[in-house]
Structures are given as C-alpha cells and as structure tokens.
C-alpha cells in the first residue's frame, strides 16, 4: 500500500524540532516555515514522507523578487552528503534565488549554486530592558503594501516628500523584521530613529521583539540601531542571489 503523501500541515509538523521559535537565529526561518501567507510557501522535507525530518528547504515567493523565490533552508543533521538529495528535490537546475542561510552554511551552498552576490549580515535584537522610546511628533502611522503597519515622517518644506520611513519585512507571533529607509536628503535629523524607535514602539506594545538586520558594511544603519537600543547578537547569516548548478 502506497504512503499518502504529506501535507504542507504534516511537513510543518515535521520539521518544528529543526527550528526554535524563541531563537533570533531561526526567527525569519520560521517565519517562512511556519507563518508566511498560505499558499505562497512550498516545502521540501528530508528524509521525505518522514514524520520527523532532519533537513528541510522551505521555498517562498516574496515581495523581494519577483522572478527569484526566497529559499531558506536546514541542510540533513546526518550529514552533508545528503543536501544535494533536499535541494535538487525541490529545484531544477539553472533556478535562479534568493538564499538566506547560516553564514556557515556558505561553503556547503557554493558547491551548488552559482553565487552572483553575497551579503553578509549581522542580527540585532532589541532589548527592551534597554529601550527609550524616541518621541518625534513629526512620526505618522499608515499602511505598507504588505498591509502592515509603517511609520513615517514627512517633510511638509518639500511637498511632503516622505524622509524617513520605518517598515516591516515579516512579523510572526514572536518577533517583526524592521524595514528602515532614509532619504539622503534628510539625513542626520534624527528622523530614521524617530520612525524605527515608533516601530519598536509598535512591536513591544503587540508583544513582539524587534530585530533589524544590517549588512556587515553599513555602518551609518548599525549606528541607527544601537542609538534605538538594538544590540548585536552575534548571529551572522547570509542573503545571496544564486543559480543551482546542474549535479555532479
């Protein structure tokens, strides 16, 4: 008798001890994993059909690309071996994406795809303990595109050109990715942490942590967060655009 094949409930349920949603180091993996839109996520467990996997690779279509999924991952923890069985499961030769991984998995990730960039980043999480919030009456609340909420300032001298503006990547039931954009215009104001302290704000207030990931490179964004109360947590991943090769 032929094993029905699992569902996208059976393989969430599958890899959940892959993943700890309290750990800022899986947050966004579970994000994706576990609360992305219905529909918008496909999944890809290792072994397969197990009731427990030891490796996954969760594909997702975002508002980042829209040609490239996002693919984030937990390669097989029997070993090394059998990442090109979960990855070439779930991709054709020659996809082109979008990895978010473990900076250590980078070795392991270059032996199958083609890297056209690579972005180191570093992980800060906002300690609440830590945080004063930023009062700037100029800061108003609306909608992003994604339906979350954003928070801006406008310049009113400049037909209320938006200078700051504070987003969300993805918010789950435990942490909200912040999203902060700064018009060169309106720099060294204070208005980027006015709009990213109104988020955390916002965060805290729904019982959720704040993180804010920033490029290894960009010391202009790791000064903003500290200023807000961030702290690094150490936790170093990658966001690289790619092409699987075809396999050996």
């Known amino acids: 008798m032929l094993k029905q094949s699992m569902t996208a409930i059976d393989k969430q349920q599958a890899i959940r001890p892959l993943l700890n949603e309290k750990d800022p180091a899986d947050a966004l993996a579970a994000y994706y994993a576990f609360y992305h839109p219905a529909g918008k996520t496909f999944l890809v467990t290792y072994p397969p059909q197990a009731e427990r996997a030891t490796g996954y690779m969760a594909i997702s279509r975002t508002g980042i690309d829209l040609f490239r999924p996002l693919v984030t991952l937990r390669l097989p923890q029997a070993g090394l071996a059998n990442a090109p069985d979960l990855i070439y ?8 994406v979008i990895l978010h991984a ?38 108003t609340e609306s909608n992003a595109p994604n339906g979350l909420p954003r928070f ?22 435990q942490w909200g990715d912040i999203a902060v954009n700064t018009n060169p215009s309106f720099r060294r ?35 903003l967060a500290q200023a807000v109360g961030f702290r690094d947590t150490g936790v170093r991943q ?11």
């Open 102 to 139: 473990a900076e250590t998995y980078l070795p392991v990730l270059q032996a199958f795809f083609d890297m056209q960039t690579v972005e180191h980043l570093h992980l800060f999480q906002l300690n609440a303990a830590d945080y004063e919030p930023i009062i700037n009456v100029l800061v």
């Open 189 to 223: 104001q204070g208005w980027g942490r006015s709009v990213v302290s109104a988020m955390a704000n916002y965060l805290l207030s729904n019982g959720r942590t704040p993180l804010y990931v920033i490029s290894a490179d960009n010391d202009a964004s790791r000064q």
């Open 238 to 248: 990658i966001l690289a655009q790619a092409i699987l090769k075809p396999p050996r």
């Open 89 to 96: 499961a779930g991709l054709p030769p020659g996809t082109a």
């Open 152 to 173: 801006v300032i406008r310049s009113q001298a400049n037909d209320n050109q938006i200078g700051a503006s504070a987003a969300l990547n993805w918010l789950s039931p």
